[in-house]
Each structure stands twice: as C-alpha cells, then as structure tokens.
Nanobody, 116 residues
Framework: QVQLVESGGGLVQAGGSLRLSCAAS????????MGWYRQAPGKQRELVAR???????NYADSVKGRFTVSRDNAKNTVSLQMNNLKPEDTAVYYC??????????WGKGTLVTVSS
C-alpha cells in the first residue's frame, strides 16, 4: 500500500502562484509514475500533469506553459508549481501514483481556489 498526502492548496487571486506538494509513504517503487489530477465542481476528474520515473512529463493543454511538475525520488515527493493561475483552475487537486502494473493510488485532495 501507498499513502499519499497533498499540501499547498489555498485561495489565490488570478495571476498568482501556488505550489502543491505530495508526500508518499509505504510501499514505494522508484519505477512508479506520479501525477496530478483535478476535479472541478460538476466536472469529471482530469489529468493536469504526469511525470515518469525517468523524468518525462506531459501536461494538459490548458496548463502548458503555466504549470511545472517535478519529483524528488530521494524524498518520495512530487510537486506542482502553478503560475499565472486562472479562475478556471479552481478545483480539488489530487496526487496520483501509478505502478507499472497499472495499480493506482490516490491522495485525498487539496482545494485550490482562484478568485477573479
């Protein structure tokens, strides 16, 4: 089992920045990919960004150029730097960890609210 705990959410004005972090504990494997998803009220959960064990990244089109995902394997953490935030970025952000087998683990989420 893997436990994921997110931190760093909050309220920010449009154009501002936030940094989310996710700490993993338990049965950690360095081959796991990690990512961030978000779910806005009334919408489905969607991918924000992912990073593989080798450091390859992919982003949702809506956040490219504004968000940066990174990982620290020594600390078992993944972070999401969010710049130039927009009201449409308001959502609960979830940390995700995925095994090569496809098994996934989720954090409980952290709320990001961007005011206009």
């Amino acid at each position: 089992q893997v436990q994921l705990v997110e931190s760093g959410g909050g309220l920010v004005q449009a154009g501002g920045s936030l940094r989310l972090s996710c700490a993993a504990s338990g049965s950690i494997r360095t081959t796991d990919s990690m990512g961030w998803y978000r779910q806005a009220p009334g919408k489905q959960r969607e991918l924000v960004a992912r990073i593989t064990s080798g450091g390859d990244t992919n982003y949702a089109d809506s956040v490219k150029g504004r968000f940066t995902v990174s990982r620290d394997n020594a600390k078992n953490t993944v972070s999401l730097q969010m710049n130039n935030l927009k009201p449409e970025d308001t959502a609960v952000y979830y940390c995700n960890r995925r095994r090569l087998s496809g098994v996934e683990y989720w954090g409980k989420g952290t709320l990001v609210t961007v005011s206009s």
